[in-house]
């Protein structure tokens, strides 16, 4: 399967410490939960069991060494952390939430980014987890309960159709929307690499990517419709593909006036620009604004990011007559 990468050898700066990096156990990670509790419980609490924690550059993330079963302490069911990789926490760090937004979940499960999002509110404003797979739903459900996000409602559309095929149909707007898009999952490889996951995986093909690029386009959109004038949306995937990340945002830029392309800054981390040309393809300058998260710069899984914004009516440039 690794071979499949080679097609990102133009792309990927420093190819063959990439390459390399894909051989690499990913580290494991947690995120403190701050509705329930502070970071140094969680470190005196897990150094009980003789875990090792070290901050990541992020609020509340830690790696941890020497915690053989992380997910069944009696501090993980009570909710004090939830095991998550520095990648998977980028997101919501990037969208600017506040306290008493409303704000869309599109694609929630397993609530990861959820709740993470739901701890920065304080657990006010109003957060709706969506998630259109049933059985995916209960760990959602699950993750929602454990870790004590109360302001947030799990709904279970077709994030293309929220809440209605015809958007014209639904008065909500939201401040912030977080479209956490399903993917091929390329960006995973490392972390899976050595676990029965492996096996079940998909070979990764240009083909894969396509066929999901349609329906991300589709997602997308919709996100973007839902936003209040002035409201953010983050766009993001654990792949490396050009045509889930890019080329879906190019997308949006092509059909909606009045979104724009955003850039962002996370301290102490390397995130690489997103890419303005692929096989022929010549994207928005402003695509240079979105992220690339590779495992040879940040230890953690692939990861793209864009943040988006929607301009409200009277900021956008008024028609070329
Ligand atoms: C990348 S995962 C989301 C991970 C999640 N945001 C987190 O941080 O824990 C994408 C999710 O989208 C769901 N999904 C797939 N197609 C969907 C659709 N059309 N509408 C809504 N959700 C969908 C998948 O079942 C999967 O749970």
Not at 15 to 23: I, Q, R
Request: glycine residues 6%; contains cysteine; proline residues 6%.
């Amino acid at each position: 399967m690794e071979s499949h990468f080679l097609i990102y050898r133009e792309i990927i700066p420093d190819f063959d410490d990439f390459l390399e990096s894909l051989d690499q156990p990913h580290p494991s990670h947690l995120r403190v939960n701050r509705i329930k509790t502070t970071s140094d419980v969680v470190i005196e609490r897990l150094g009980r069991y003789k875990a090792r924690l070290s901050p990541l550059p992020v609020e509340n993330g830690f790696a941890f060494e020497g915690l053989e079963k992380p997910g069944a302490t009696l501090e993980y069911f009570l909710g004090f952390y939830h095991l998550q990789g520095l990648s998977s926490m980028l997101p919501p760090l990037i969208l600017d939430v506040e306290e008493e937004h409303s704000v869309l979940d599109m694609c929630a499960s397993p609530g990861s980014k959820t709740t993470q999002i739901s701890a920065i509110m304080r657990n006010r404003g109003l957060l709706i987890a969506n998630e259109l797979n049933r059985r995916r739903l209960s760990i959602l459900k699950f993750h929602i309960e454990r870790l004590g996000a109360t302001n947030v409602v799990v709904t279970s559309y077709q994030a293309q159709n929220f809440p209605t095929k015809y958007p014209d149909r639904t008065p909500l707007r939201f401040d912030r929307v977080l479209l956490d898009a399903p993917c091929t999952g390329e960006g995973r490889y490392r972390t899976v690499l050595r676990s029965d996951e492996a096996e079940k995986m998909r070979p990764f093909s240009e083909k894969g990517s396509q066929i999901m690029s349609r329906y991300q386009k589709q997602m997308i959109l919709r996100g973007f419709d839902l936003l209040k004038d002035g409201g953010i949306m983050v766009y993001s995937t654990c792949t490396y593909s050009p045509y889930e990340n890019e080329m879906v945002v190019d997308f949006l830029l092509k059909e909606r006036e009045g979104a724009e392309v955003v850039p962002f800054k996370l301290k102490g981390l390397k995130i690489e620009q997103g890419v303005t040309t692929w096989k022929g393809m010549v994207f928005d300058p402003s695509l240079s604004n979105t992220g690339r998260v590779y495992p040879h710069r940040i230890d953690s899984w692939g990861f793209f990011m864009a943040k988006i914004r929607k301009l409200s009516l009277n900021a956008r440039k008024p028609p070329e007559i």
